[in-house]
């Protein structure tokens, strides 16, 4: 190798040049190497990677690509709660490997933000970051803020399960045909005494039954559609809200609906299946058969560890599908097209955990 291009190696991140001249071949042969865009002999593909390795030359550095095309190459993720909570629901996980499979033509990068103020002066948020869009999770308090922030920089957002308005493309659910499905199937059944355990209403997250003021308060769609719909059917229902959709907090408010054995529901009908396996734990913990004594219906149509042999009665719904459809929006608004927003629709999946009415339970009307 030369002796000139060595310097560079060691006092400077060495560039395609550098390796060029080490090798004894053009820049354009050597960039060819490093892209796989036109056949190269072997051996001087060989010679050119021998003075890469000694050079430290890794590749084209990305940020002068970057630069280049005026872009950062990374697509921007909120998430209201911690991300080790985040990715404890099987739902954002499958949703997250659609967003990526979504992207991949672009080639971009995601970065995950947590969509919380008080973070630190040095935090990334969707004010500040280096990104090219931002995509944003309806099921947060603060999303209506996290749409502000990015609009108000003229990035490309899209939202899932979000009201975001018009103009901007929307990923979501048959959240409110979905949620009837499953009430009518449990009126069905003969059930009159229901409740309903509910995502979060609002950023505050706050547990326990929830009167007729707190629901006309809830800001977070998804939670308010689904439970509407419930309500028209069971308009008695005793509502009681979930911290997190977590099994943990469903066996909370599982709790909560069976300490006394008078007034204790015959269903149960919860918003995702992780807070229907903590009802049903809940129930087990009480005394009672799943679907004998009571029924649960859930939402999302996942793999829950810890129900035994019960196949959750639930409605299924599309995550990766919704994921992969908002990466595929966000790919086509960089490219300047303007998508359209997507309503994807939910199967409803009978299972083992509801069943009719039984003992001394009636079925007045």
Do not use: W
């Not at 967003?99 to 995601?110: H, I, Q, Y």
């Not at 995950?112 to 500040?128: I, K, Q, V």
């Amino acid at each position: 190798m030369s002796s000139d291009a060595e310097p560079a190696g060691r006092h400077r991140r060495a560039t395609i040049s550098d390796v060029a001249r080490a090798a004894g071949v053009s820049m354009s042969t050597a960039s060819v190497v490093f892209s796989g865009k036109a056949p190269v002999a072997e051996a001087t593909r060989e010679r050119v990677l021998a003075a890469a390795g000694e050079l430290g030359y890794t590749g084209p550095d990305p940020r002068a690509a970057s630069l280049r095309r005026g872009r950062s190459g990374i697509v921007a993720v909120a998430f209201e709660e911690h991300l080790r909570t985040a990715f404890l629901d099987p739902v954002k996980t499958a949703m997250m490997d659609g967003l990526t499979d979504g992207l991949a033509e672009l080639g971009s990068g995601v970065l995950l933000l947590r969509d919380e103020p008080g973070l630190g002066p040095d935090a990334p948020t969707l004010a500040t970051a280096p990104i090219d869009a931002a995509v944003l999770i309806g099921c947060s308090g603060r999303m209506r803020e996290s749409l502000d922030a990015v609009l108000a920089r003229g990035l490309p957002v899209v939202v899932i399960e979000g009201d975001a308005g018009d103009e901007v493309p929307r990923i979501e659910l048959d959240n409110g045909e979905a949620a009837a499905q499953l009430a009518h199937h449990v009126r069905a059944l003969g059930h009159r005494r229901v409740a309903v355990v509910t995502l979060p209403f609002d950023a505050e997250r706050e547990r326990g039954d929830a009167t007729p003021e707190r629901i006309a308060q809830i800001v977070l769609p998804v939670t308010r559609i689904r439970l509407q719909s419930t309500l028209e059917v069971f308009p008695d229902a005793r509502v009681v809200s979930a911290g997190a959709s977590l099994i943990d907090e469903g066996v909370i408010a599982g709790r909560t609906l069976f300490a006394d054995p008078r007034s204790r529901p015959t269903a149960v009908i919860a918003q995702s299946d992780l807070l229907a396996a903590g009802v049903i734990r809940a129930a087990e913990e009480a005394g009672l058969r799943v679907p004998e004594d009571v029924s649960v219906a859930g939402f999302d149509g996942i793999a829950v560890d810890g129900i035994g042999e019960h196949v959750l009665t639930t409605a299924v719904q599309p995550a990766a599908e919704k994921g992969r459809a908002a990466g595929d929006a966000v790919a086509r608004m960089l490219a300047g097209e303007q998508p359209a927003s997507i309503r994807f629709t939910c199967t409803f999946r009978e299972g083992t955990t509801t069943g009719p009415v039984t003992g001394a339970e009636t079925r007045a009307p």
